[in-house]
């Protein structure tokens, strides 16, 4: 086996996951520009540590994870350098939507981005990523069933937002 051989052979499926990875991003950042940003430094840390991927498992889960700890460690970075980004007016939009289905879904990403990180980011992953639990867990680094009482807490917490309930 070359150096060229590891590379080569996932690129193909790196190429298919790059959906999947978009979407777990813009769950973590809740902006579309940093989530782009974040899965093209995803790809380029995975690319460089490739060899480090054990052929066997899932890599899925190894670039998820990749990519949940790239997160976190752009959270701790910014935190020491803040920007006034919350003035830009290049982030709102120019036409509201009109049709129903587009508020519903609104709202309802909207209650999901109001949920606590650590809620969001297991229901992204299971309800919307469809990551099994188990996958789940060693993504975040959790147990099984914390897992499960994450998703089940929140989903209940998106339906009493949405509902005008509150938690």
Request: include cysteine; proline fraction near 4%.
């Amino acid at each position: 086996m070359t150096d060229q051989t590891p590379p080569r052979s996932i690129i193909p499926d790196v190429v298919d996951l790059i959906p999947a990875l978009r979407a777990y991003a813009r769950s973590l950042s809740r902006n579309q520009a940093d989530a782009d940003d974040l899965v093209q430094e995803t790809l380029l840390k995975a690319i460089a540590n490739v060899d480090k991927f054990q052929p066997g498992t899932r890599l899925r889960a190894w670039l998820f994870t990749i990519l949940r700890n790239t997160f976190y460690t752009r959270i701790r970075v910014s935190a020491r350098e803040r920007t006034g980004t919350a003035d830009c007016v290049s982030g709102e939009m120019s036409v509201q939507p009109s049709q129903e289905w587009t508020v519903r879904g609104q709202e309802l990403m909207a209650a999901i981005d109001r949920l606590p990180a650590h809620y969001r980011e297991i229901l992204i992953l299971v309800v919307m990523l469809g990551e099994s639990y188990e996958e789940a867990a060693r993504i975040c680094d959790c147990a099984i069933g914390t897992v499960k009482s994450r998703v089940s807490r929140a989903r209940q917490l998106v339906m009493n937002d949405l509902e005008g309930g509150g938690t």
